[in-house]
């Protein structure tokens, strides 16, 4: 079985500039979660999604970050303008839901680089 | 409010020591999960175990294991004959369970594990 996929696996770009990730899930996941890892610390979740629609998205910096999950598949996060504060490795998870599985499975991250 | 602590930053052992990674957390959850990943190098966290807050059963998965101890709010981890592939950044996790269960982990800061040979 495929696992959660995530491209681009890097990407440096320069302030104020607007970059966007990608992500996949693994097929039959209904939930799907955003996370930043700063470095040097865990993940911190970012944004929830309930098969296409965002249930928990307080952490979200909403004046400049975005998500969708267009059909309840894929998901895509944005970040518009980019800030030097934004660095950091942005990680895809997803889950079936199940009330006794809770356990999350993570893409291999993208990391972000703003010079 | 939930919480996760692991107070170990950076822990070295030479290969075939036995290691123990502590974690404490809090919550006033009745019913919640506990996590370990690991998350070597390439950067991909990979889940490890999960325990639900009423099986305080101590688990057993070949050299790995963990202790759940809900009296000290703890769920430490054991690398018993560690080896250089163990080495990695691990990370204890905790969200809450039941019927609002969202599934949102809460994360410790990590404990960095390097195995020398």
């Known amino acids: 079985e495929a696992g959660v996929v995530q491209s681009p696996r890097y990407k440096i770009i320069e302030k104020k500039q607007p970059v966007a990730f990608w992500c996949n899930p693994i097929s039959g996941h209904n939930t799907l979660y955003w996370y930043r890892q700063n470095l040097g610390q865990g993940p911190e979740l970012l944004i929830r999604y309930e098969n296409e629609e965002a249930v928990d998205d307080s952490q979200l910096p909403k004046d400049r970050f975005s998500a969708e999950r267009l059909k309840g598949v894929d998901s895509t996060l944005k970040i518009q303008p980019a800030e030097l504060g934004d660095s950091a490795v942005y990680l895809c998870?997803?889950?079936?839901?199940?009330?006794?599985?809770?356990?999350?499975?993570f893409g291999p991250g993208t990391r972000l680089t703003v010079t | 409010a939930q919480k996760v602590t692991q107070a170990q930053t950076e822990i070295s052992v030479v290969e075939k020591e036995d290691v123990t990674l502590d974690c404490v957390y809090e919550t006033r959850d009745t019913t919640y999960y506990l996590f370990w990943y690991k998350q070597p190098p390439s950067g991909e966290l990979v889940f490890l175990i999960r325990r639900n807050s009423f099986d305080e059963q101590n688990e057993i998965s070949g050299r790995y294991s963990w202790n759940f101890q809900k009296s000290t709010s703890s769920f430490n981890f054991t690398i018993t004959a560690s080896q250089v592939v163990d080495s990695a950044v691990y990370f204890c996790?905790?969200?809450?369970?039941?019927?609002?269960?969202?599934?949102?982990?809460?994360f410790g800061q990590g404990t960095t594990l390097q195995v020398k040979p």
């Open positions: 998870a997803s889950r079936q839901w199940d009330l006794h599985k809770a356990e999350q499975y």
């Open positions: 996790a905790l969200s809450g369970g039941g019927s609002g269960n969202t599934g949102k982990l809460i």
